[in-house]
């Protein structure tokens, strides 16, 4: 297999104190990347920084609020700090856990707001906050984390599918603006996956996926990391403007 090209790269992991976030900065940490764990939940991305050191992987936790430019301008500042520069970015913080299922005529309009100020304006800020960095590296990947429930059309979440359904868009945009700059944007979209967050959202979240995909069993977070390396790696050096999507085969069943 050729080398992934991953040995000290600088990535940048948001949503990062749990869950999918966590998983993935510490696949990209034993891949030999140098990692930042940011999260709005400093203490938890703090966490995930130390289990990283742990295992023996480098890593750093930081504070962030993707819906202020600001803030992710601060982010993108002490990844300059502390790594010297940014090759990768994934944007993984989103709103998920907490949000009530109901009928799309009844969603709250300032929980609306919330989940597309976070899951699209957040996307689109940190991606401008990150990019300049990537520019002056000669390179870069940013690789944007949706949803399979874009494509099953899952019921009674309107916002949040119509939020990572804007991920998806944007992303094919940011592929388009960004190519002559060497920088590659391209999309996961998990399915069901057994994080925190789901096992409070769902009820049976244990048995949700087992009998809904091709593969006959549920999706936990290290599922999904394979595939966020993969796009971000120089095995996927031709690939830009993509979703991948990783759900066991739901979507054809």
């Given amino acids: 297999m050729p080398d992934l090209g991953l040995n000290e790269k600088r990535v940048l992991v948001t949503g990062a104190a749990g869950g999918l976030g966590r998983a993935f900065a510490q696949g990209f940490a034993e891949a030999g990347a140098q990692v930042i764990a940011a999260d709005l939940n400093e203490s938890g991305a703090q966490e995930t920084a130390g289990m990283i050191h742990t295992a023996g992987g480098q890593a750093h936790g930081a504070k962030v609020d993707v819906t202020n430019a600001e803030s992710c301008a601060e982010l993108v500042a002490f990844a300059q700090e502390a790594l010297g520069g940014l090759d990768v970015l994934i944007n993984n913080a ?75 868009a944007m992303t094919r945009s940011l ?31 244990e048995t949700y996926g087992v009998t809904r995909g091709a593969l006959k069993r549920s999706a936990g977070a290290n599922d999904m990391v394979g595939s966020a390396i993969y796009l971000a790696s120089d095995l996927a050096s031709f690939v830009t403007g993509q979703t991948l999507i990783v759900d066991g085969g739901r979507q054809f069943i």
């Fill in 175 to 205: 592929a388009r603006e960004l190519g002559d700059d060497n920088i590659r944007a391209n999309v996961i979209a998990p399915g069901f996956t057994l994080t925190e967050a789901s096992l409070d959202l769902i009820e049976d979240a």
């Fill in 94 to 168: 989103a709103i998920y856990a907490g949000l009530e299922r109901k009928n799309f005529t009844e969603i709250d309009e300032d929980v609306w707001d919330k989940v597309m100020a976070v899951n699209v304006k957040g996307v689109w800020q940190m991606s401008c906050a990150a990019t300049p960095l990537m520019k002056a590296a000669g390179a870069g990947a940013i690789v944007n984390v949706a949803s399979a429930t874009v494509f099953s059309g899952s019921p009674l979440w309107m916002h949040y599918v119509a939020s990572k359904g804007a991920v998806i």
